[in-house]
């Protein structure tokens, strides 16, 4: 996996609260203005749309900085009433501002850069106007034209539109047509030449955090035989970089260390 990334959290949603906690590269606070943001290098703001003003100041500072690398604004309003809410706190168009509803898209983008993989994992896909639209954990945004890719094209009309998102972000599916695509893939059908560019990119990755799963497994005196749900032979593959785990294998991994996800995920990049 990437070197351990420095996060510092500022959490003033109430529903999100529970994703992510202090612990070693990632600091998380409840308040905060400029000054704590001028300390980051990575800074992350998860609030209500309507208390926008109360983290105006932390964000304006980090984007300044340009370490802003997500505002997660949690829409506790109507939508008409959210861009109001921005300029009251005199916050304009930027470039990491997400809106959503609920948890499972903040949870993903937090679990990605902790595990140096933002770049890899999707956080919410969308099909409209026969494009599907895709966001990053890195809050990348891609379109693509369904005819781009034929087994996009092929799925019903009435299906497309019915894509869910893995847990843990490593790909979209349509139930209906057994379509598996992950963001590899989008990125290819967009530029041919990406493909060599995104698995170089991945066998760094994965090896990384193959090593740092290694390392974190032997100080606590494990075997690799000592994961329950989690066969000698699957644990190898992963130490081996050979693929990232999906998060009901990391939840295992975990528990085989007495570790909620969050700390094993924590703990992993620390050793990384």
């Known amino acids: 996996m990437e070197s351990a990334v420095q996060m510092t959290v500022l959490m003033r949603d109430p529903d999100c609260a529970w994703a992510v906690r202090s612990a070693g590269a990632v600091r998380v606070l409840r308040s905060g203005g400029a000054a704590a ?4 290098p990575n800074a992350f703001v998860l609030t209500l749309a309507s208390g926008l003003s109360e983290v105006a100041d932390f964000v304006r500072e980090a984007n300044r900085r340009h370490v802003l690398r997500a505002l997660l604004v949690h829409a506790d309003v109507d939508e008409p009433w959210i861009t109001p809410a921005l300029d009251k706190a005199n916050l304009r168009t930027l470039r990491n501002l997400l809106v959503h509803r609920g948890a499972t898209v903040p949870r993903r983008i937090l679990d990605a850069w902790r595990m140096g993989a933002q770049n890899d994992l999707i956080a919410d896909a969308t099909v409209a106007q026969e494009r599907l639209l895709v966001l990053s ?3 990348e945004r891609l379109e693509l034209p369904l ?3 034929p087994a996009l094209a092929a799925i019903l009309p009435n299906d497309r539109a019915r894509l869910e998102v893995a847990d843990d ?3 979209m599916y ?9 963001l590899e893939a989008v990125r290819v059908a967009l530029d041919p030449g990406a493909r060599d560019r995104a698995l170089r990119r991945k066998l760094r990755h994965d090896r990384r955090f193959g090593l740092a799963v290694t390392k974190l497994r032997e100080t606590k005196g494990l075997r690799q035989s000592d994961v329950p749900g989690v066969s000698a032979r699957q644990l190898r593959r992963i130490e081996a970089g ?4 999906r998060v009901d294998t990391l939840k295992k991994m975990a528990a085989a260390h007495r570790m909620k996800l969050s ?5 992993v990049a620390q050793t990384g």
């Open 37 to 40: 943001a001028a300390r980051t």
């Open 174 to 182: 349509w139930p209906a047509a057994d379509v598996h695509l992950d």
């Open 147 to 149: 005819g781009r890719l």
């Open 263 to 267: 700390e094993y995920l924590d703990a």
């Open 169 to 171: 972000g490593s790909y």
């Open 137 to 139: 954990c890195a809050l």
């Open 242 to 245: 050979e693929f990232l785990p």
